[in-house]
Nanobody, 127 residues
Framework: QVQLVESGGGLVQAGGSLRLSCAAS????????MGWFRQAPGKVREFVSH????????YAVNSVKGRFTISRDNAKNTLYLQMNSLQPEDTAVYYC????????????????????WGQGTQVTVSS
């Protein structure tokens, strides 16, 4: 089992940047593929980005490609999301999530696939 705690959210003007962190404790962090999701008021939780256990494979939803970068430091048990050129539509609560190992293929874009979640951190982008 792993526990996740996000930090780094806040209020920023459009065009600004933030870096979110997700600190993991418990079982070995490098066991888990990780993802970032976000949820705006009145909307469903949305996939943002995913990273493999080693960090060698990443991908992101089209709306954030070229602006957001996911990374991880397995030695520090920490996941990151660097967010640049933020826009008001990026306003949401951002969550990190961990996926337990599974022998079957799975969809990293789906929130239902992830087993552990942080409490979320608010990101607000003003216009």
């Amino acid at each position: 089992q792993v526990q996740l705690v996000e930090s780094g959210g806040g209020l920023v003007q459009a065009g600004g940047s933030l870096r979110l962190s997700c600190a993991a404790s418990g079982r070995t962090f490098s066991y888990y593929p990780m993802g970032w999701f976000r949820q705006a008021p009145g909307k469903v939780r949305e996939f943002v980005s995913h990273i493999s256990r080693s960090g060698s494979t990443t991908y992101a939803v089209n709306s954030v490609k070229g602006r957001f970068t996911i990374s991880r430091d397995n030695a520090k048990n920490t996941l990151y999301l660097q967010m640049n050129s933020l826009q008001p539509e990026d306003t949401a609560v951002y969550y990190c999530a961990a996926k337990s190992w599974s022998p079957r293929s799975w969809d990293p874009n789906s929130a239902f696939e992830y087993d552990y979640w942080g409490q979320g951190t608010q990101v607000t982008v003003s216009s």
